[in-house]
């Protein structure tokens, strides 16, 4: 009777949590606001070719056919910084920081905690400086790209982020130790989401770019941020779970032995 309960308790926590709305304004707030500011920052490297849709291609871990139809959709980098303005890259960064907002609040909805001051919106600030660094050292950065271990640092540094993310946008009120079984499982759902893009993106940007043209792409590269938003939401909801879940389970194996 008791494990009904808080399996139907647990179950409350997913249903309330609103886990695919949540995802939809984490693509399209992405797709508007993080996407360009990436491929100004891509272009910035001279020595990273086709800049930020190479990264896109490469973050999908699509095929090579379906790369240069991403590819297609985006300038080249020298194009990029030439027809870039300050006041466009200030509106972007203006907007990029609703970006964060929408994260910590996924955060805050998850632990049940209210919503932060005003005052603490510089977290966004910092936040999404380091998102941006972190995509830009392991998508674009040539160095990372060579590195023998780069998909072991990848996924090291992915759920160090993940896990300081957290912290960062929550303002410490959880402990760190409650927040690293939510990174964890974030990284490891974003590796099943590149397998995935793999079998099932990489032919279906092929078709659609055949039946719709550039437009089905985008349509396909929507659908995978929907996905990120799943796994990086579902990946600390789950992460919750997880740490609530085991000191129950190791009282009960306790109370048996």
Known sequence: MHRRVRGG?????????ELWQRSLG???????????LL?????????????????????????AAAREDIERLFALP??????????????????GLSFGATVQ???????NLPPARWWARWRHVVWLAVLIGVLFLSGVTPLWRATADRGVITLLSGALFFWWSQRMLLGGRVAW?????????????LL??????????SPLIASSAVTYGPVGTVLVIQSWLVGVGVVVFGGA?????????????????????
């Open 9 to 17: 308790r647990r179950w409350a926590q997913v249903s309330e949590f």
């Open 26 to 36: 984490f693509a399209a707030l992405g797709f508007l606001t993080l996407v360009p």
């Open 39 to 63: 491929i100004v920052v891509s272009a910035a490297d001279p020595a990273s070719g086709r800049g930020f849709a190479q990264w896109l291609g490469d973050g999908l871990g699509v095929s």
């Open 78 to 95: 020298g194009q990029t910084l030439r027809t870039t303005t300050a006041f466009g890259l200030a509106v972007l960064a203006v907007f």
């Open 105 to 111: 609040s996924g955060y805050e909805k998850v632990w």
């Open 177 to 189: 130790a409650a927040l690293l079984p939510g990174a964890v499982i974030t990284m490891a759902g």
């Open 192 to 201: 099943g989401l590149r397998v995935f893009s793999r079998l099932v993106f």
């Open 237 to 257: 909801l789950a992460g919750r779970l997880l740490h609530e879940g085991l000191p129950r389970m190791a009282h009960a194996l306790k109370r048996r032995g």
